[in-house]
C-alpha cells in the first residue's frame, strides 16, 4: 500500500491553467504506475492520464493537446499540468497509484472552472 497525498486544484477560468500535484509515500518502491482519475458531479468516474512502466502515458481525448503528465519515479511523483481548462473540466481529481494487485487513490482535489 501506498499514501497518496495531493496539492493543487482550485477555481479558475476558463482558458487557465492549474497544476497538480501528487506524492506517494509508503510502499513506493512497488509502484509500476501513477497518474489521475477525476469524477463530475452525476458522473462515473473516468481516467485523466495516467503513466504506466513500459507502457508510456495515456490521455483521455478530451484532454489531449491540453493536459500534460510527468512523472518523477526517483521521488514518486506526478504532476499533471493542465492549460486550456474549460468547464467542462470540473470535476474531483484524484491522484492513482498503481503496484502490483492493488490500486491505490488519493482523497481527491476539486477543479472548478468557472467565469
Known amino acids: 500500500q501506498v499514501q497518496l497525498v495531493e496539492s493543487g486544484g482550485g477555481l479558475v477560468q476558463p482558458g487557465g491553467s492549474l497544476r497538480l500535484s501528487c506524492a506517494a509515500s509508503?510502499?513506493?518502491?512497488?509502484?509500476?504506475?501513477m497518474g489521475w482519475y477525476r469524477q463530475a458531479p452525476g458522473k462515473q468516474r473516468e481516467l485523466v492520464a495516467v503513466n504506466t512502466d513500459g507502457s508510456g502515458t495515456n490521455y483521455a481525448d478530451s484532454v489531449k493537446g491540453r493536459f500534460t503528465i510527468s512523472r518523477d519515479n526517483a521521488k514518486n511523483t506526478v504532476i499533471l499540468q493542465m492549460n486550456s481548462l474549460k468547464p467542462e473540466d470540473t470535476a474531483i481529481y484524484y491522484c492513482y497509484a498503481q503496484l502490483i494487485g492493488s490500486d491505490n487513490w488519493g482523497k481527491g482535489t476539486l477543479v472548478t472552472v468557472s467565469p
Open positions: 509508503g510502499s513506493a518502491w512497488k509502484l509500476y504506475g
